[in-house]
């Protein structure tokens, strides 16, 4: 963490950066990275958008120092970070995962859930203190949806690009300009 730290102090002393709107984006161990990045750095990062990430448990409870919001994709038909979980590997399941979200953001326990497309369902935590969103791609594969050369085994789903969900997502979320950050 300390690495990702001073990048962001490097980047924010040298650049015009607006500190209310920095985001955490990735896939695989990327992507399992932003989720660790919103454990420990919370007040760093207005928002996270992991892509069939990897969140391998990583023995300490994760205790963000305020909500954050979430907007998780993942293909449930991946094999390389199995939707259902990987107990050899220490991976949870990827609802359990998002679901421990909606608890640290304090949403309503019975989420919403829309269909985008053929292939692709969209679940939305209500009444939460910071959105959380899971975007199932059913029988995705360990890929990027939207793309067009393939970015990972199986099934890449053309019914949403996920920078343009992810771009939305990340507008729609930043520290609020009446809360000063540190």
């Known amino acids: 963490m300390k690495f990702t730290a001073d990048l962001l102090d490097t980047i924010e002393a040298g650049f015009c950066v607006d500190r209310n709107a920095v985001y955490a984006t990735g896939k695989s161990n990327g992507a399992g990275f932003t989720g660790i990045l919103a454990c420990v750095m919370a007040d760093r990062f207005a928002a996270i958008a992991p892509v069939a990430g990897a969140f391998y448990q990583q023995g300490k409870r994760c205790a963000p120092s305020r909500p954050v ?38 949403c309503s326990a019975d989420p919403r859930q829309s269909q985008l497309g053929d292939d692709t369902l969209i679940t939305t ?18 890929s990027w ?22 771009g939305a997502f990340f507008k729609a979320h930043s520290f609020r300009s009446d809360k000063p950050r540190n």
């Not at 990987?86 to 995962?97: A, C, E, H, K």
């Not at 009444?127 to 899971?134: E, I, K, R």
């Not at 949806?145 to 992810?166: K, M, N, R, W």
């Open 69 to 106: 919001p979430v907007l998780d994709i993942h293909g449930t038909g991946d094999t390389t970070i199995p939707y259902d979980g990987d107990g050899q590997r220490d991976l949870p399941s990827v609802q359990t995962w998002v679901r421990d979200w909606s608890v640290r953001n304090h």
């Open 125 to 142: 935590y209500k009444g939460c203190q910071a959105d959380v969103v899971h975007v199932a791609v059913t029988d995705g594969g360990h």
């Open 145 to 166: 949806p939207g793309s067009d050369a393939a970015s990972g085994p199986g099934y890449v789903s053309q019914t949403f690009e996920a920078h343009e969900l992810i």
